[in-house]
């Protein structure tokens, strides 16, 4: 998913653009962490990009279970269109 399409998804649920909210975080996060993992195939003795990249998931891990306890449908939603996790169906 491209920067500009996720944008017009988050705009259209929203009135307004909010680029500090917690899907778009989630969302910039993802596409770091993406792309730090190309480069570590790579380079793999590149222990600065690993602490970088181990410092971004952290990131996203603390956002992600924030909207889980504020919202689960927000949270199964981004997921989904993220392609994240697989959610678990209890």
């Known amino acids: 998913m491209t920067k500009n399409s996720f944008i017009s998804v988050i705009s259209h649920?929203?009135?307004e653009e909010n680029w500090g909210s917690v899907e778009f975080q989630v969302f910039r996060f993802t596409n770091k962490i993406r792309r730090l993992t190309s480069h570590l195939e790579l380079h793999k003795k590149d222990y600065s990009s690993q602490?970088?990249?181990r410092k971004i998931l952290g990131k996203r891990q603390r956002?992600?279970?924030?909207?889980?306890n504020k919202n689960k449908i927000r949270y199964?939603?981004?997921?989904?269109?993220?392609?994240?996790?697989e959610l678990k169906t209890r």
Do not use: D
């Open 51 to 53: 602490r970088g990249l």
């Open 76 to 85: 199964k939603k981004l997921i989904s269109q993220l392609n994240i996790r």
């Open 63 to 68: 956002l992600l279970a924030y909207l889980l």
């Open 13 to 15: 649920q929203e009135k």
